[in-house]
């Protein structure tokens, strides 16, 4: 099973590299966003904003969600196209399981979001001085807690979404919603009460809540209702898709 995972990752990595703009724009695109907006967010003139500690603390946090709705969306995409044109179907046919078929797709979205982490540490470092407040390898390991929470979240979507056409339009309208009211803009206690409700349903609140922690030096043992809420989404998620994903 695992040489059979592996192998399928492998190749699911290699489709995705022979498509030079798409891998361009997934790898290198995080990175000149983190410049653009550090920038421009440097030369604000605002007395009662502290431009640098908003680049060191909330930007990577931005940008790491942003890392993992993309990857959300793109699987759901290929999930869809895969869908239409019966490689899903076919797939199935062959000896590897379902979870093994849907775990590969996972493990590339995640070393993708690796690849992207580590890229904008270093642009961070680099341009903005910006430093880890936390541990390196508990902010990787929250970033791929959030990471596969929310991923399961885009399969139940790739279950649901009829066409390919409509997978990105769908996707969106469904995560950058929930992006906007995750805490990362605004204090959720700000939010009118059923705004908050909704926000406090949201993996994207819980994930940016985690990972801001980490990054800024909390304990884990101040992380376990977002921990709990995390776990419970991807369990939920992979119960309903478990139910309603068409394999054709």
């Known amino acids: 099973m695992l040489k059979g995972l592996w192998k399928l990752t492998w190749v699911e990595l290699k489709i995705f590299m022979r498509e030079p703009m798409g891998a361009a724009t997934t790898l290198i695109f995080p990175a000149v966003l983190f410049i653009g907006i550090g920038k421009a967010v440097q030369n604000t003139s605002r007395e009662t904003f502290d431009a640098q500690a908003w680049i060191g603390t909330s930007l990577p946090v931005l940008l ?62 680099t341009f903005f001085n910006v430093e880890i407040q936390g541990s390196l390898i508990g902010f990787f390991v929250a970033v791929t807690i959030s990471t596969i929470s929310i991923l399961s979240l ?51 609140t819980h994930a940016v809540s985690l990972t801001g922690g980490i990054w800024e030096g909390e304990s884990w043992s101040h992380s376990g209702v977002e921990l709990l809420a995390l776990a419970a989404t991807f369990g939920l998620c992979m119960m309903i898709s478990s139910k309603v994903f068409r394999w054709e």
Request: hydrophobic fraction near 55%; charged fraction near 10%.
């Open 154 to 204: 885009g399969f139940v979507i790739a279950s649901l979404v009829p066409t390919a056409r409509f997978a990105q339009l769908i996707a969106g309208t469904v995560l950058y919603p929930l992006l906007a009211i995750s805490g990362l803009f605004a204090s959720t206690e700000s939010f009118p009460p059923v705004l908050a409700f909704v926000s406090n349903l949201s993996p994207l």
């Open 64 to 125: 790491t969600i942003m890392i993992a709705l993309n990857g959300v969306i793109s699987l759901t995409t290929i999930m869809s196209i895969y869908r239409e044109g019966g490689i899903l179907k076919r797939l199935r046919a062959t000896p590897l399981r379902p979870h093994t078929i849907l775990g590969a797709h996972v493990i590339v979205k995640l070393q993708l979001t690796a690849v992207n982490i580590l890229t904008l540490l270093i642009v961070g470092k």
